[in-house]
T-cell receptor, first 110, second 113 residues
């Protein structure tokens, strides 16, 4: 059974701070890793993906992958109230469909 | 089309009735997925199509649930003899091949009274 674990939160950070969202996965054969953002009442949207160990930066977002530890994280720098949403970690082993975590709710206070 | 289109956006039905939910994926996307999301819960995988075939239907909760895809495009999810526990938002997504870069529709909210 492939599992993707996330802390449900809420994670509360003040505006301008760094938000750190974490995710662990059980399938060592996992090859690609995704972060989706879901605003309340809306559908998920892809914000980052990472395939190789290390860091990948895109604007204020940095995805980090450590395959040895089976750990993925998403850092959001200079957090804004508009970043308040649920962040879903998703993992793909390459031969099957995505497995999603239950998501971490992020609250950024002005 | 420009994005994934789902209909109806809202459906209220009585227990025991059948419902059909429709998904029109992004043009050219060969992969199509159905998920459902109950209030405050994560995404529950239902079924995946590659073209018109369904290599993975392991998430369908019971034989009351079925789905088909025709012409490599539009898909219909059918729930027979609906139960109250079927109440959820049913999300459709499409992608180019089997990848994790899914594009989701706005969902169909199903309420079974």
């Amino acid at each position: 059974q492939k599992e993707v674990e996330q802390n449900s939160g809420p994670l509360s950070v003040p505006e301008g701070a760094i938000a750190s969202l974490n995710c662990t996965y059980s399938d060592r054969g996992s090859q690609s890793f995704f972060w989706y953002r879901q605003y309340s009442g809306k559908s998920p949207e892809l914000i980052m993906f990472i395939y190789s160990n290390g860091d990948k930066e895109d604007g204020r977002f940095t995805a980090q992958l450590n395959k040895a530890s089976q750990y993925v994280s998403l850092l959001i720098r200079d957090s804004q109230p508009s970043d308040s949403a649920t962040y879903l970690c998703a993992v793909n082993s390459g031969y099957s469909t995505l497995t999603f975590g239950k998501g971490t709710m992020l609250l950024v206070s002005p | 089309g420009a994005g994934v289109s789902q209909s109806p956006s809202n459906k209220v039905t009585e227990k025991g009735k059948d419902v059909e939910l429709r998904c029109d994926p992004i043009s050219g996307h060969t992969a199509l997925y159905w998920y459902r999301q109950s209030l405050g819960q994560g995404l529950e995988f239902l079924i995946y199509f590659q073209g018109n075939s369904a290599p993975d239907k392991s998430g369908l909760p019971s034989d009351r649930f079925s789905a088909e895809r025709t012409g490599g495009s539009v898909s219909t999810l059918t729930i027979q003899r609906t139960q109250q526990e079927d109440s959820a938002v049913y999300l459709c997504a499409s992608s180019l091949g089997i990848s994790g870069e899914l594009f989701f529709g706005e969902g169909s909210r199903l309420t079974v009274l």
